[in-house]
């Protein structure tokens, strides 16, 4: 390699050193029967770039950085591309990334990255999974430092806006369920949580932190640790799988349970779920939580509290829901899914359908059952939010007052009391109702609870 142009600034390998490197060795494996590279995927987040190669067969690699321009070679040892693999078919031109271009080289076959600034790589490989084979993966970390955030406004004391964490589920390697058509459960989602998060952030009282706002993928654990790092008073993670039979239809609301999931498709759902590391691609990934005795410490101390308020907003989103779409269960079901496993943010899963059944699939894969399911998760989230409101939000100084409530097509007199934890003696007095008509688009007050 000529170094006379550029700057070697890291080199790595999987399996050798470049000082351990010899040229009979290069020998030895040119004669090999070779290893093939047949895909290559890009995935951008907020602070990395990951690139995904597809090989065959388990890959030795060797790896570093060169400066002026920068860019990382990859050399794959024993490796040769797949006749349809072609380096120019991956969309570069990304901010980390700019292109990738490959040729072979002595029985290898080297990959260039050519980059828009300097980056921190981090290589692993990771095995085979469904749907996939052998993977190596880089993650690059930009070391451009990132401006703070403008910090907001203070709020006056007991005037904080309510925060909600959407979670839009799977992502990045991991698409989740697979629908009739190439539907993809990971950009079906995301498409609803933004749509959720547009309708709150608009909404005043309320703040949304979105767990992931593009296609890439956060560990179950790191899900977890935004939405806390953030002081979610709620976590709502949106999903649309699939189960073993394509009859299974309907929408389901889900919460932590430790005991034992309460139904067959719980638990499968969950098991499901909670491969998603090992698809999404964490690498040195378990899915046994390491610190059994520290969390059962912690779910001991909170789990109660925060399991009853996340069945309390289960049952309003389920109850919204309920409206628009078919639901499987008319209760909130209760299942181990990892990614609610948040000792103190009241959380819940939310299975907007089953891309298993075609006729839901194709709903779910339009604009408009998007919207309509989007719109009925924001309604029970403010139901919840609204008639218990968290200590020092804006939220709870309003309700010590009156509200307003518009009719909506489904609700009743006693529905509405309920809601809002009041009595429809209290709405018709509040109102000078003779009776328990109403009509849609009526507004009507709610007096204080």
């Known amino acids: 390699m000529n170094m006379r142009t550029s700057t070697r600034t890291h080199i790595r390998s999987g399996v050798l050193t470049a000082l351990c490197l010899l040229p009979g060795m290069l020998l030895i494996s040119s004669g090999v029967s070779a290893n093939q590279l047949v895909g290559v995927r890009m995935h951008e987040g907020p602070d990395h770039t990951r690139v995904v190669l597809d090989t065959t067969d388990s890959v030795k690699y060797e790896f570093f950085v060169l400066e002026s321009p920068y860019r990382i070679v990859i050399d794959l040892k024993g490796t040769r591309p797949a006749d349809t693999f072609s380096p120019g078919l991956v969309a570069a031109g990304r901010d980390r990334v700019r292109d990738l271009r490959g040729a072979v080289r002595e029985g290898d076959y080297r990959l260039v990255l050519d980059l828009g600034a300097k980056v921190e790589p981090k290589a692993f490989t990771l095995a085979p999974v469904a749907p996939y084979g052998h993977r190596l993966v880089f993650d690059l970390y930009s070391e451009i430092k990132t401006k703070e955030p403008v910090a907001l406004a203070t709020q006056p004391e007991g005037e904080r806006d309510v925060i909600i964490a959407i979670d839009a ?72 799988d699939a189960f073993r039979t394509p009859a299974v239809t309907g929408a389901s609301v889900y919460t932590i349970s430790e005991r034992g999931a309460s139904s ?171 009776g328990d008509t109403i009509r849609i688009g009526q507004k009507i007050v709610i007096p204080a609870s």
């Open 264 to 434: 067959e498709a719980a638990r499968w759902l969950a098991e499901s779920e909670n491969r998603s590391d090992l698809i999404g691609g964490v690498g040195d990934v378990s899915l046994d939580d390491k610190d059994d005795m520290l969390a059962h410490v912690l779910l001991d101390l909170s789990m109660d509290a925060s399991r009853s308020t996340s069945i309390a907003a289960g049952e309003s989103i389920l109850y919204r829901m309920g409206k628009v779409v078919k639901i499987r269960k008319r209760q909130v079901e209760q299942a181990g899914f990892v990614v609610l496993k948040s000792p103190d943010v009241p959380s819940v899963l939310v299975e907007t359908g089953y891309l298993s059944n075609p006729i839901e699939a194709e709903r779910l894969g339009t604009a408009s059952h998007q919207d309509k399911v989007a719109r009925a998760i924001y309604r029970g989230i403010r139901d919840h939010m609204e008639s218990t409101p968290p200590a020092g939000t804006l939220l709870a100084r309003q309700s010590k007052g009156s509200r307003t409530h518009t009719i909506e097509r489904g609700d009743t007199l006693t529905a509405i009391a309920e809601r809002y934890s009041t009595t429809s003696d209290r709405i018709r007095r509040a109102n000078s109702l003779t």
């Open 169 to 240: 589920g799977h992502g990045g390697e991991d698409p989740g369920a697979v629908g009739v058509g190439n539907l993809l459960e990971k950009n079906i989602v995301l498409a609803i949580a933004k749509n959720i998060a547009e309708r709150l952030n608009e909404t005043e009282g309320y703040r949304v932190k979105m767990i992931r706002t593009g296609d890439y993928y956060v560990s179950l654990r790191g899900r977890i640790n935004i939405a806390r790092k953030a002081r979610a008073d709620l976590f709502v993670s949106i999903h649309a």
